[in-house]
């Protein structure tokens, strides 16, 4: 495809109308050098940081070199979609109606008193509704076809947190946010509770400006993160991160970090929920992230009765399935056993549910169930 440089730039200009009427708060342009990021990506996989994340080394350097992985690929549309569900208190003023903001009071005031009761099953916020990979990979479909339907045939490849693309550096170079503190994008319109996805293609778009760094001297989420997993502004320790405790790993979690954990049971949004920008937090405009199954006032109780058969059906859809029954359990399991400390010892529904499940086929299971029954003791 030959294009003019205006033309190009009308192009660009359409492609982020079509990106917001298919349900993302921005789009925009990146170019694909990112060998300034290549030698901190090797030192963090060398220092073995990123635990038991294999696929994260297993393409080397090529995940900097978009080019490398879709040959002919000179462009990155980068997009973000809001997430925060419409039954999660709170959100950013400009996502609703004047009462609505008015009303609702503040998410994270939410998710503190959540935090703060110890039966309860807390969820990353991002987790409660349908999965994001399928819903951004289906809307990035269907802009690379508007995209095709004006222009003719192009090279693209679209991505959704799926492949070796490092998204977070393109996106900053495209402008939508700055890398916080804790690594995570931040925008000054909507915070960082957004999802982000990729279209990689052929097309010389005109790349827009980055933006400057908003954080200044606050180091709330380095002082909030539960595990300190947070080394330094920029630095993550993946496994000492309870996202990848709960999320990632499939071994046992370590005696020494169960304590931290709480009783966050899929995620945490502890470094998000402190940060200041997160006041300006939008909801979701699409209902795919409405909380599904009552995951947002749940008890631990509740979802640890769910049988393998009930977990794989409610979870149809959900990114919460492919961690899989075992690793539910086990999650469940360090939270219910957490709750001695926060003044449920010896709980007689928390004790109940650990001994219906203290002869479960899995030993990594037993070996939790035995674990959190001793807390209560």
Same mark, same amino acid.
């Given at each position: 495809?030959?294009?003019?440089e205006?033309?190009?730039?009308e ?10 009427e ?5 789009l925009?342009v990146?170019?694909i ?11 963090w996989?060398?220092?073995g940081?990123?635990?038991?994340m ?22 990155v549309?980068c ?5 925060l ?7 950013g003023?400009?996502?609703?109606t004047?009462?609505d903001?008015?009303?609702v ?23 409660r ?8 990979r289906a ?8 995209? &095709? !339907?004006?222009?003719?045939? $192009?090279?693209? /490849?679209?991505f959704?947190? +799926?492949?070796?693309v490092? @998204? *977070? ?5 495209a402008?939508?946010g700055w ?8 925008n ?8 982000m ?11 827009d ?6 954080c200044?001297?606050c180091?709330?989420?380095?002082t909030?993160c539960p595990?300190?997993?947070i080394?330094g ?5 993946a496994r000492r991160?309870i996202?990848?405790l709960t ?6 979690i370590?005696?020494e970090?169960?304590?931290l954990i709480g009783?966050r049971?899929y995620?945490c ?13 939008? &909801? !979701?405009v699409?209902?795919? $992230?409405?909380? /599904?199954?009552?995951l947002? +006032?749940a008890?631990m109780? @509740? *979802? ?10 409610k979870?149809e859809?959900?990114?919460?399935r ?10 469940l399991a360090v ?8 003044g449920?010892?010896?709980d ?6 650990l001994?219906?499940r ?10 939790h ?5 001793a807390?209560?003791?």
């Open positions: 495809m030959s294009l003019s205006s033309k190009l730039a192009l660009a200009v359409r492609i982020k109308q079509w990106g917001v298919l349900g993302f708060a921005e925009r990146a170019d050098d990112l060998s300034a990021q290549e030698a901190g990506l090797q030192a996989l060398d220092a940081m990123h635990g038991e294999d696929y994260m080394a297993s393409h080397g350097m090529k995940r900097a070199r978009p080019d490398e992985l879709v040959p002919g690929t000179v462009r549309i997009a973000r979609m809001n997430y569900p419409k039954d999660v208190a709170g959100g003023a400009k996502a609703a004047a009462t903001a008015a009303t009071g503040d998410w994270r005031a939410a998710e503190a008193a959540r935090l703060a009761d110890p039966g309860a099953a807390v969820i990353s916020v991002y987790a509704g349908r999965d994001y990979h399928k819903v951004l809307r990035l479909q269907q802009l690379a076809d508007r995209i &095709r !339907a004006e222009c003719g045939e $192009f090279g693209y /490849r679209v959704t947190d +799926s492949a070796p490092m @998204e *977070l550096p393109l996106a900053q170079k402008g939508l890398r916080g503190k804790h690594t995570l994008l931040i000054r319109d909507g915070g960082s509770l957004f999802f996805g990729e279209i990689l293609v052929d097309i010389p778009l005109p790349v400006e980055p933006v400057g760094a908003h200044g001297g180091d709330a989420c380095i909030a595990t300190q997993a080394l502004p920029g630095r993550l320790d991160c996202s990848y999320i990632e790993s499939k071994s046992a370590p005696v970090l169960r304590p009783n049971v995620g949004d502890d470094c998000q929920s402190v940060c200041p920008w997160n006041k300006f937090a939008q &909801r !979701a699409l209902p795919d $992230f409405d909380e /599904r199954h009552g947002g +006032s008890s109780v @509740e *979802l640890f009765a769910w049988s393998e058969e009930e977990f794989n059906r979870m859809g959900s990114p919460i492919r961690i899989g029954h075992v690793s539910w359990l086990r999650n939270g219910m056993g957490n709750a001695a400390a926060a449920v010892k010896g007689a529904a928390i004790v109940a549910a001994l219906s203290r002869a479960h086929e899995s030993e990594l299971v037993r070996e169930v035995e674990w959190a029954l807390c209560h003791e």
